[in-house]
């Protein structure tokens, strides 16, 4: 399984768009990896977690042929994981050569935001309702449960267990410490990678997002019930620059524990 992280930032990205914080000027002057876009993942180049507003320069930044995709799992409707309305430029207007239907997940809500911007009679979308703990099959080699995140009590926000050709991915951005339910569930299961949001850094909280503390909590308690499967990773990502830490300081945190730093454009094989 191949995970491709093409933006790893929390919602004003960071450098932040209107920000003159010490850190964001710093991120601005040293470049690379410390230049953080909005979060998602792809996933063998035909699963995307989230539709950011950074999509389109994903695609040109990395070359990735987003006609490809097909399939499209949406956790929340914030507009840092949900642009819909450049889904639309998926239409035979905008893009010439796409025959086969994107199929798009999520919960009412993220679906009520994607009908408004799509022309459902075309062929070219499908919408899937979803709903926590209850398994779908996407194809042959895939299957994914939703699960429920503490992040947004307005609507319900989905963390994602994804399994494909006998490897295991827990998908778990955006969230604080997750819910009993979503415990309750996990217990007795394995996994290869587990990707988590440290929006907060060193910052106190583990509530809508988690910090460096609950992470490292989280990794021993996934190793401890041996979620990890031998050679899985945790990986952090979602970082806000409010945390004040860089990249460099970020994997000073983390490296000692095994844990990974994402980046964006950060490659992974599982």
């Not at 987003?66 to 949900?82: F, G, K, N, Q």
């Not at 009590?153 to 009993?180: H, M, V």
């Not at 007795?188 to 060193?202: R, V, Y």
């Amino acid at each position: 399984m191949k995970l491709h992280f093409l933006g790893t930032a929390a919602a004003e990205g960071w450098p932040g768009l209107f920000c003159r914080c010490e850190f964001c000027q710093e991120a601005k002057r040293l470049g690379g990896k410390n230049i953080r876009t909005r979060s998602s993942v792809l996933i063998d180049e035909t699963i995307k977690v989230d539709f950011p507003p950074d999509t389109y320069y994903h695609m040109l930044r990395d070359q990735i042929d987003m006609a490809a995709v097909e399939h499209l799992l949406i956790t929340h409707t914030h507009t840092d994981h949900l642009f819909a309305a450049d889904l639309e430029k998926r239409m035979p207007v905008c893009a010439k050569g796409v025959e086969h239907p994107l199929h798009i997940y999520g919960h009412d809500l993220a679906l009520h935001h994607c009908a408004r911007e799509l022309d459902l009679k075309s062929k070219l979308y499908e919408l899937h309702l979803v709903q926590p703990f209850r398994t779908l099959q996407l194809d042959d080699r895939t299957q994914v449960t939703p699960l429920l995140a503490d992040h947004d009590r307005k609507q319900t926000c989905l963390l994602y267990f994804i399994e494909r050709n006998g490897k295991a991915l827990l998908y778990g951005n955006d969230s604080g410490w997750f819910p009993d339910e979503t415990w309750a569930w996990l217990e007795g299961k394995s996994f290869d990678a587990a990707i988590l949001d440290c929006t907060k850094g060193p910052l106190p909280g583990r509530r809508n997002h988690m910090n460096i503390e609950a992470i490292l909590e989280m990794n021993e308690l996934f190793r401890q019930k041996q979620m990890l499967r031998d050679g899985g990773r945790l990986i952090a990502t979602h970082f806000s620059h409010n945390c004040g830490l860089l990249h460099e300081d970020l994997e000073k945190e983390f490296s000692p524990h095994g844990v990974l730093v994402a980046y964006d454009g950060m490659v992974h094989h599982v």
